[in-house]
C-alpha cells in the first residue's frame, strides 16, 4: 500500500462528454480515503504553470452532466521538452503532491509515460476521447456519447436526403480511426462506410449508386471518416463527381458537436468507474498504467503497452455494413 496524502488531476487532449464524471468520481474516491486533491488547470501546460487549485466534494457537485471539462485543456509545447517536464515535476514535489491522474487519449498517455520513466513518479490514466482508439479497453470515456450525437444527426439528415432524393456524404471525427464511422454507420443504416482502415474503391460506391437509382432508390447517406485515404468528404464529392452520374451529391460535416453536449448514461457510468479505479490503482502502488474495461471488468495496461499497440477494426462490423446494404 503506497502512502499517499495528495494527488493531481487534469484533463489533457480532445475533450470528450463524461470527462468531469471522471473529475467527479477520483476527487470523491480520493476523499473517502482522506486524500487531498488538486486539480491542474489546462493539461500539461497548468503542470508546466504550476497552474493547481484544491478540490473538494464541492468543487465536484453537479458536473456528472456536464460536457466538456471544468479543468480544461490546452496543448503544450513547454511540456515535449525535459526542461519543461522537469519544471513539472518541480512543481508537483513543492505542493507535496504524491501522485498524478491524467484524463485523455494517445497522446495524454505518451506524455504520460515519458513523465513517469524520467521522475518514477506515480501515474494512472483514464481513457478519454471520442475516437475510441486506444488499445487496452473496450471502450473510451466519451464515445458513447459521440455515437449518440451522430446518428441523432444523421436520421435528421436522412429526413432530407428523402424527400430531396439526394445521397449525403457526412464527414464524422476519425483522423486516424474509422470506429466513429463504422459503428455509426452501421446504427444509422448508412449505404456506406469510407474509414482510414480499410481501402476506399469510389468507383464501386459510384456503382452502387447507380444501382441504387435502377432498383428505385433515390436517397442514401455515405459516412466518412476525416481520416479516409480518399480525403474528406468535399474531396470525395469532387472525386466522385467525375464519374458522372445521374445522384446529386451533398456534403454536412459534423464537427466539433461531435465532442459537445452531455454524456450519455454509459459514459456517465464509465468514468464513474474508471475514476474510483484509479485511486484506488494508486493506493495499491500501481504507476505508469491506464484503467480500461475490457469485457466489463476493470483492467490495468501499461502506458507501454497502450501507446504502442493500436486497436484493429472488427472484420466482423465490415462484414455486417456489406450485409445489411445488400
Known amino acids: 500500500m503506497a502512502i499517499i496524502k495528495k494527488i493531481a488531476i487534469l484533463t489533457s487532449g480532445g475533450d470528450a462528454p463524461g470527462m468531469n464524471a471522471a473529475i467527479r468520481a477520483v476527487v470523491r474516491r480520493a476523499i473517502k480515503e482522506d486524500i487531498k486533491v488538486v486539480g491542474v488547470m489546462r493539461g500539461y501546460e497548468g503542470l508546466v504553470n504550476g497552474d493547481f487549485i484544491p478540490m473538494f466534494s464541492k468543487s465536484v457537485s453537479s458536473i456528472i452532466q456536464l460536457g466538456g471539462t471544468i479543468l480544461k485543456t490546452a496543448r503544450s509545447k513547454s511540456f515535449t521538452t525535459a526542461e519543461g517536464r522537469k ?10 503532491i504524491d501522485a498524478l491522474v ?46 449518440n450525437t451522430v446518428i441523432e444527426a444523421v436520421d435528421k439528415i ?10 449525403f456524404l457526412i464527414e464524422v471525427m476519425g483522423r486516424d480511426a474509422g470506429f466513429i464511422a463504422l459503428r455509426a454507420g452501421i446504427a444509422c443504416g448508412a449505404e456506406d462506410i469510407l474509414i482510414p ?44 463527381e467525375k464519374f458522372g452520374g445521374e445522384y446529386e451529391l451533398k456534403v454536412t460535416v459534423l464537427g466539433h458537436i461531435q465532442r459537445g453536449g452531455s454524456p450519455s448514461a454509459y459514459d456517465r457510468y464509465l468514468a464513474s ?17 491506464m484503467i480500461g474495461m475490457i469485457n466489463r471488468e476493470v483492467v490495468h495496461v501499461p502506458f507501454n503497452k497502450t501507446t504502442k499497440h493500436h486497436k484493429t477494426i472488427d472484420q466482423r462490423m465490415l462484414d455486417i455494413v456489406d450485409i445489411l446494404n445488400a
Open 273 to 289: 468507474r474508471l475514476g474510483v479505479a484509479a485511486v484506488e490503482a494508486l493506493i495499491d502502488d500501481q504507476r505508469s498504467i
Open 197 to 240: 482502415e480499410t481501402p476506399s474503391d469510389l468507383q464501386a460506391l459510384h456503382q452502387k449508386l447507380t444501382k441504387y437509382i435502377e432498383t428505385k432508390k433515390t436517397s442514401s447517406i455515405i459516412l466518412v471518416a476525416e481520416g479516409d485515404e480518399e480525403g474528406g468528404a468535399f474531396e470525395i464529392k469532387e472525386k466522385m
Open 158 to 167: 436522412r429526413d432530407t436526403a428523402a424527400s430531396h432524393e439526394r445521397v
Open 87 to 96: 519544471v513539472a515535476y518541480n512543481n508537483l514535489i513543492e505542493n507535496e
Open 102 to 147: 491524467v484524463i485523455g487519449g494517445d497522446g495524454t498517455f505518451k506524455g504520460a509515460r515519458i513523465f513517469t520513466e524520467e521522475f518514477n513518479f506515480p501515474t494512472v490514466g483514464i481513457p478519454g476521447t471520442i475516437d475510441n482508439d486506444l488499445y487496452g479497453t473496450d471502450m473510451t470515456i466519451g464515445y458513447d456519447t459521440a455515437l
